[in-house]
């Protein structure tokens, strides 16, 4: 570096104040970006529910519903799972953050810093609406045939969206709450066997009394519920309240929790 | 008023009282080196001069803003380096530079070009599209210094920052630093290189067990420990006793003496000037002792 360089570096541009909403966006930006260079994590998120998919339908189809329906059974299942799967990806990215010095960089500017945390999420609905229209794509290319008219598959498509919010504000909070990249992937996993004891896969009346009072009230039930009487125009019951109600409690309650954690995890130094 | 202003600042985590009654005012435009070993308190310091954390006790101020009431204020007009690379791993160097001055208000244009000139100044123009979890140490090193020199900023905080530089960025920075002091800013720079703090600093404190030490221009803290030191080196120049002297004969006969009945013989006489080394050595001492 020579004398004039130095000179150049040290001319620094005046700041300006930046809005919320300017600050959002780039944040949005910046976590999108990340969607797209993690090619590995965004064909993973993909490939897998498309594999169950095909899994269930070819390998286990036959045996749970030998009528060859069960395709139009088990794609709200997986549509659902799909956006576990793709939410649990924010644990990752948000312990990423909070673990490696760049938050403390945007904790010493003067903007909101939890807006990172939101991007995270703002950019995980994107990425999971994609994923999830592939599915469907999936879906119908191997035989499921959804009666829904466009009302009905809006009012679905923004039931599926509550749900990738409620649950990737949930995973967010994990993010926060692992003290390491490995643990917050982990954490995902987990939560990924709540569809599997639901009605995604299997009618829960041949499940045994206490499991099946368990499924029938954990929310990915209804969901699941509302999403297939949306889908397939069957009887839809209560089960859109319920679905609403759910999403709504765990979005609202990630969010503060989140918020809580990414506070005290700045005070607590 | 001064740029920096602590009194009084504690610190524990746990039971390990990291900051323990620190005072210490650095005037506006002054290059100000704290210095001390590793775990002395330094980095706690500038967490807490960055808003990143709060002070047990006392109070603080940058710029006149108090650094917990007033943390947005003191936000608007700092630039923190820190000791790691507070790089985003996912985007290039590029990418880094604009969204951080996209952050603070630049326009997009703006922030291009800005990023341009950091990313020539500091050697990374071959790099500058490539994702940062392709770099070298030394690469992220200067794209997170880079970042801190983005937008203007009043106080500057680098904390060790040539620490994992080559001898090329490290003079580098040197000159930056300079010119820094000339355009009127205020930086303070932690370090555990004493040659670091005499070439830079305007002024120099010692940190140590959590307070302030000793504190003046790195002449004044030389002077401290004595006008001259007698060392008795090996004919290979390597040294095998050193003590600091007024510079009187009678002090430099008697140092001469102590010195040859400690290593019983041998070598021969160096007289040279102090160094911050023997400043920083014997203030530590004298603290533990």
């Not at chain 1, 397939?232 to 969010?255: K, S």
Request: proline share 4%; charged share 20%; aromatic share 6%.
């Amino acid at each position: 570096m020579t004398a004039t360089s130095a000179e150049v570096l040290t001319a620094m541009p005046a700041r300006e104040r930046v809005g919320r909403l300017t600050t959002g966006r780039l944040f949005v930006r910046r976590s999108l970006l990340h969607s797209i260079r993690d090619v590995d994590a965004l064909i993973i998120s993909i490939a897998l529910p498309v594999m169950l998919m095909l899994l269930f339908v070819y390998v286990f189809g036959g045996a749970i519903e030998p009528g060859g329906r069960y395709v139009d059974y088990v794609v709200p299942g997986i549509i659902l799972l799909c956006a576990g799967f793709g939410g649990s990806s924010t644990a990752v990215g948000v312990a990423q953050d909070m673990t490696t010095g760049v938050i403390d960089r945007f904790r010493t500017m003067p903007i909101r810093s939890n807006a990172v945390i939101t991007g995270h999420v703002v950019a995980s609905l994107a990425r999971n609406l994609v994923a999830t229209a592939v599915v469907v794509v999936v879906a119908l290319v191997v035989g499921f045939r959804p009666s829904a008219d466009l009302l009905a598959w809006s009012a679905a498509i923004i039931l599926i969206s509550l749900w990738i919010l409620a649950i990737t504000w949930l995973f967010a909070a994990l993010g926060l709450v692992a003290r390491s990249v490995e643990a917050a992937g982990n954490y995902g996993f987990a939560l990924l066997f709540l569809p599997y004891l639901s009605s995604a896969f299997v009618p829960t009346d041949t499940m045994p009394s206490g499991l099946r009072w368990i499924a029938d009230h954990q929310p990915i039930t209804p969901l699941i519920e509302s999403i297939r009487g949306l889908l397939l125009d069957t009887e839809l019951g209560t089960a859109p309240y319920w679905a609403v109600g759910w999403c709504l409690l765990i979005m609202v309650a990630a969010m503060l929790w989140a918020r809580y954690l990414f506070r005290s995890r700045s005070a607590a130094r | 008023m001064d740029a920096i202003e602590i009194t009084g600042v504690t610190k524990s985590f746990g039971d390990h009282r990291v900051l323990d009654g620190l005072d210490l005012q650095v005037r506006r435009g002054d290059v100000f080196a704290l210095l001390g070993p590793n775990g002395a308190g330094k980095t706690t310091m500038i967490t807490i001069l960055s808003t990143l954390a709060r002070p047990d006790s006392g109070a603080v101020r940058v710029s006149g803003f108090d650094v917990v009431e007033q943390a947005d204020q003191v936000r608007r007009v700092i630039s923190l380096t820190g000791q790691h690379a507070a790089v985003d791993e996912m985007l290039s160097g590029a990418e880094n530079l604009i969204l951080i001055g996209r952050l603070n208000g630049l326009t997009t244009a703006a922030a291009r070009t800005r990023a341009t000139q950091l990313l020539s100044a500091f050697d990374l123009v071959d790099a500058a599209r490539r994702p940062v979890r392709t770099y070298s140490g030394g690469m992220r090193r200067r794209l997170d210094l880079a970042l801190g020199l983005v937008v203007e900023a009043e106080v500057i905080f680098l904390d060790e920052p040539t620490t994992g530089l080559d001898t090329r960025s490290r003079q580098a920075l040197w000159a930056v630093v300079a010119q820094l002091a000339r355009s009127g800013v205020t930086v303070l720079l932690t370090t555990q290189y004493l040659e670091e703090a005499d070439r830079l600093a305007d002024r120099v404190a010692v940190l140590h067990g959590g307070r302030i030490v000793a504190e003046g221009t790195p002449a004044e803290l030389k002077a401290r420990v004595g006008a001259e030191v007698v060392e008795i080196r090996a004919d290979d120049g390597t040294v095998l006793a050193e003590r600091p002297v007024d510079g009187s004969p009678s002090s430099v006969q008697r140092a001469i003496t102590e010195l040859e009945l400690l290593i019983g013989g041998g070598g021969h006489v160096v007289l040279r000037r102090p160094t911050l080394d023997d400043v920083f050595l014997a203030l530590t001492e004298e603290v533990a002792a």
